[in-house]
């Protein structure tokens, strides 16, 4: 078993316009680079994308906005870029809000074969507007469905050729449940190492979940707000 | 008071003294996050951030920002010896599950019902309620940290919430600089007042009735 491809460009050429992709990351912690490069590239339109952030203006997410490819975004938190405030108030892009715990839990739910769940969060609000209710032991909950995607973009640390994953750190965030709930999942790690190496204790992401992985090149992996203190 | 650093400053101190040792804590983004700072020497409080850190560290030194160390604010941070790394669905497991003790947020509004907006306002760009829908339906107490007014000197503490809702019922406490607010089932009871504020002072800056411990 061999699951590795030559790079991010061979890795999605099966995308088509229209296609649904889940991507992985917080803010810029995390995200697919070299994938979303590729993507850019290949120039499909009319996407819907998955994540929980959509980039800033000249990086992540940012750069497939700005190249017009997006349809819709299903994220919980979209402020920290200016061209999606752009092109949402021109109606040119749909933006499904989704509570971050309430998406984080729809993916894993797509992944783990549960269709719907009650959950607790949102109850009253906006994020449950047209949603079915219903009160447990004194607790009003929101049913909401599970999440899946035709292609979910992964950005880990480690990887093997069976496609075991490992992430590093808080780069780790949506890309281990993305992995589970996507008919087609691709890889981009830092790493390629032999079969073995990875620690099967360690192992995040087991290669079950992987179709296509690769060892990304060039990564940028640019820090939104850099703080720092005094020696 | 004589800047907004000062009342800020005033405010998280007070919050500080709400946290004790062996709690696990969320901070929401600004002035949550100057809590840390009052914190007293060996009390031992564990901040998780909802991105899928529990033990969030300090600020790193110039030039030791590591960008896979970050913060649900995005700010570079660092690890602790015990930190530990999550997904995001565990992460708000831990938030929706009641593991976290205290959430720490700021508000556009609270109410006397308890109830809290603090994500959008309408007819402005629409950014996300991020996490802090799940964190205020999960966390065992809801902590509101803010200025007691708006920049306008308009009341934020109403009788009810008119701006879009975050979460209903969900706030225990509201820290700002006039005072210390409990919810109570039957209003808001001011059990603090900071020094030289009078009960006429903070209820003049609010729209709710507010109780004392005599009325409650």
């Known amino acids: 078993m061999d699951k590795r491809v030559v790079n991010a460009d061979s890795a999605i050429a099966r995308i088509q316009d229209g296609a649904t992709i889940m991507m992985g990351g917080f803010g810029l912690c995390g995200i697919p680079e070299n994938l979303i490069d590729a993507l850019r590239r290949k120039g499909a339109k009319d996407l819907t994308i998955i994540s929980n952030n959509a980039g800033v203006d000249d990086f992540g997410i940012g750069l497939l906005l700005q190249n017009k490819q997006v349809r819709k975004m299903i994220s919980s938190y979209v402020g920290e870029n200016k061209m999606f405030e752009q092109l949402a108030l021109k109606k040119e892009i749909d933006v499904e809000l989704n509570p971050q715990g309430t998406l984080a839990e729809r993916i894993r739910a797509g992944g783990a074969g549960i269709r719907a769940f009650f959950t607790p969060t949102g109850y009253g609000t906006a994020a449950a507007e047209g949603k079915e209710t219903r009160e447990f032991d004194g607790r009003q909950c929101v049913l909401v469905p599970w999440l899946r995607a035709q292609f979910a973009f992964i950005k880990g640390w480690k990887g093997d050729r069976w496609g075991n994953v490992t992430y590093r750190k808080t780069a780790g965030n949506f890309n281990e449940m993305m992995a589970t709930a996507a008919d087609y999942v691709i890889a981009e790690v830092e790493e390629i190492v032999d079969l073995g190496k990875l620690d099967p204790n360690c192992i995040q992401t087991p290669g079950v979940f992987v179709d296509a992985i690769f060892q990304g090149a060039n990564y940028k992996k640019r820090i939104e707000r850099r703080t720092v203190r005094k020696r | ?216």
């Open chain 2, 1 to 216: 008071m004589s800047s907004e650093t000062e009342t800020r400053d005033v405010i998280a101190r007070r919050v500080a003294r709400e946290l004790h040792d062996g709690m696990y804590v969320n901070l929401g983004i600004g002035l949550p996050t100057r809590v840390p700072n009052y914190l007293d020497p060996g009390t031992e409080v564990i901040m998780q951030s909802e991105n899928g850190m529990l033990g969030v560290g300090q600020y790193p030194y110039e030039g030791e920002e590591d960008p896979d160390i970050i913060n649900a604010g995005k700010e570079t941070v660092t690890e602790l010896p015990g930190t530990s790394y999550v997904s995001s669905a565990a992460s708000f497991g831990m938030i929706r599950g009641g593991h976290i003790d205290v959430t720490i947020l700021g508000a556009l509004e609270v109410d006397e019902k308890g109830n809290l907006a603090n994500w959008a306002i309408p007819g402005k760009m629409l950014k996300g309620m991020g996490g802090a829908m799940d964190l205020v339906a999960g966390a065992k107490r809801v902590i509101v940290a803010m200025e007691h007014t708006t920049k306008e000197g308009k009341p934020k503490i109403m009788t009810r919430c008119r701006l879009p809702l975050t979460g209903v019922g969900v706030v225990n406490l509201i820290v700002t600089e006039l005072g210390v607010i409990e919810v109570m089932p039957k209003g808001l009871l001011v059990r603090e007042l900071s020094p030289g504020v009078t009960m006429d002072d903070i209820q003049k800056a609010t729209e709710a009735k507010l109780l004392t411990t005599a009325s409650a």
